[in-house]
């Protein structure tokens, strides 16, 4: 749902922050959590860094929702799940993030959340699913040779998302007020007295009204 989408993006740049260009970093110069790589192919083909630091807030959501939520179908993925995955596309690449939810889901990891995969997820128990690919997200995480450069940072991330998506799928709908139906009027109840002298003065017409 869009509302999902926004307020996930916006916890997303929470954590992507600004212009950094960390020579540690293998994805290169990136702001609001884009590379310039990323920039190129959905604002401005021949962008340089320059054009890369002075991306807006509203351009940095028309690439995440191309690029990572509508790649991991998070329009029809249940609430919390969604913002899971594609936080975890966002950080580690949109195939690897659908195939870890696959692999949780016991489906197919063809790296496409499609219908089998969503099917899935909505039989399941959402906390469950958010738990398990959290933890298997940092066990990825620790096993990349720059852990001990961010690894801090990612722990921080994934915990903040757990919470968030959890928060999330236990969430329920609101409740309305029930609707009391309006009474359906009654014809007033006339008396049995009043109803007998009714009967006999329509008998008495009868009788003195001419017939042909």
Not at 27 to 49: D, E, P, Q, S
Not at 108 to 126: E, F, K, S
Not at 190 to 201: D, K, N, T
Request: glycine fraction near 8%; charge should be positive.
């Amino acid at each position: 749902m869009q509302r999902n989408f926004d307020r996930a993006l916006a916890r997303v740049l929470v954590h992507e922050g600004g212009f950094v260009n960390h020579p540690s970093d293998p994805g290169g110069a990136t702001n609001l959590g884009i590379t310039l790589a990323t920039f190129r192919r959905y604002v401005k083909r021949n962008g340089t860094v320059a054009d890369l630091k002075a991306l807006t807030i509203a351009q940095a959501g028309i690439v995440y929702r191309k690029q990572f939520w509508d790649r991991v179908n998070g329009y029809d993925l249940p609430d919390g799940i969604d913002y899971a995955v594609f936080d975890f596309a966002v950080n580690s690449g949109q195939s690897r993030a659908a195939k870890y939810l696959q692999a949780v889901l016991g489906v197919a990891q063809d790296g496409l959340v499609g219908p089998i995969t969503i099917a899935a997820a909505r039989r399941a128990d959402p906390v469950a699913v958010i738990g398990k690919l959290c933890a298997d997200r940092m066990a990825f995480l620790r096993r990349l040779k720059t852990w001990p450069v961010f690894g801090r940072g990612w722990t921080s991330r994934v915990t903040f998302v757990e919470a968030i998506a959890k928060e999330w799928a236990r969430e329920k709908p609101p409740t309305l007020p029930p609707v009391t139906p309006e009474p359906v009027p009654q014809p007033p109840t006339v008396p049995e007295s009043q109803s007998l002298w009714a009967r006999l003065l329509r008998a008495i017409i009868a009788l003195f009204t001419p017939r042909n």
